[in-house]
């Protein structure tokens, strides 16, 4: 029973924070939508702030998850860096709401979201990293700064791509998105090779 509860008002919190943003968003909107009463929320939250922190930490835990499992199931650094920024796209293409809410509305739900958020983008820069480590030479590779900036620029296009209501085509971002994350590690010639093979992949899919 609590772990429906909280589950639906997880979903509430999306579904009210991506259609009126986190600012209009009240405690009665939430409850409304999750079907419960007021009691039941502060059963599990202070504020309405608290609830969307919590519930931007279960979505971004399931983000990851899924992020890290495409990632652990490829072999070799292209082909890593490629499953994970695929997964990425997927899990917000396929689910619009999260992507409204942790994209674009976890900026102005209060320090501690943001901060839950550079979290979110500090582990998936961690993934590069770790593959870098695993898979490249020491020699020639770029600082762990690159990694950072490769995923804030990703997070960025999303964010863009959100606000302008473009969900849907975030998996079609692939091709250029794996090309700059790779271009750093691999050089040009092969970081395009790459983009043109994720390109003729999408083609042969559509």
Do not use: H, W
């Amino acid at each position: 029973m609590v772990a429906n509860q909280r589950s639906r008002i997880v979903e509430a919190i999306a579904d009210v924070s991506s259609v009126v943003g986190y600012a209009a968003m009240s405690v009665e909107d939430i409850i409304a939508t999750a079907g419960i009463s007021r009691r039941s929320f502060y059963d599990y939250y202070s504020s309405k702030e608290d609830g969307f922190v919590q519930a931007y930490d279960n979505i971004s835990g399931r983000v990851l998850t899924a992020v890290r499992e495409a990632y652990e199931e490829a072999d070799g650094f292209a082909a890593r860096i490629e499953a994970a920024i695929d997964a990425l796209l997927r899990f917000f293409a396929q689910n619009p709401d999260y992507a409204e809410m942790c994209l674009v509305q976890v900026m102005s739900a209060g320090p501690d979201a943001v901060a839950l958020r550079d979290k979110t983008l500090q582990q998936l820069t961690e993934l590069i990293v770790a593959a870098a480590d695993r898979e490249l030479p020491k020699r020639g590779r770029p600082p762990e700064l690159i990694a950072e900036g490769i995923i804030g620029g990703i997070y960025e296009i999303l964010y863009a791509r959100v606000i302008r209501g473009r969900i849907d085509q975030l998996p079609d971002l692939l091709p250029d998105l794996a090309y700059s994350a790779l271009l750093p590690y691999l050089g040009a010639t092969e970081a395009a090779n790459e983009q043109r093979r994720l390109r003729r992949r999408a083609g042969r899919s559509a």
